[in-house]
Nanobody
């Protein structure tokens, strides 16, 4: 059974940093696409960052240069390093896993989801 467990969210002031973690069990992060999505109240869930099975990354335009997605295959864990946080980054952040090694930005591409971790950025 695949399980994704996020951690690392919390309150932070604007300009600060957080590192989110997503621990995967029953699933190989080394061979599959992993992603971070976020959803603010009354908005759609949007892709933040993707990392393919072979480590190719992509980012939403509004986080480029501030956020970095990475993974540790040995620990089956994916990370999202978030620097220069802004109030508009406030959202629930979700880890997602796909059944393929390549990535697509659509939510429908992902088979497994974590429960989410809340990030709140104050001005």
């Amino acid at each position: 059974q695949v399980q994704l467990v996020e951690s690392g969210g919390g309150p932070v002031q604007a300009g600060g940093s957080l590192r989110l973690s997503c621990a995967a069990s029953g699933y190989s992060v080394a061979r599959h696409c992993m992603a971070w999505f976020r959803q603010a109240p009354d908005t759609e869930r949007d892709r933040v960052a993707l990392i393919s099975g072979d480590g190719v990354t992509s980012y939403a335009d509004d986080v480029k240069g501030r956020f970095t997605i990475s993974k540790d295959n040995a620990k089956s864990t994916v990370y999202l390093q978030m620097n220069g946080l802004k109030p508009e980054d406030t959202a629930m952040y979700y880890c997602a896993a796909a059944g393929n090694s390549w990535c697509l930005p659509s939510m429908n591409f992902y088979n497994y989801w974590g429960q989410g971790t809340q990030v709140t950025v104050s001005s």
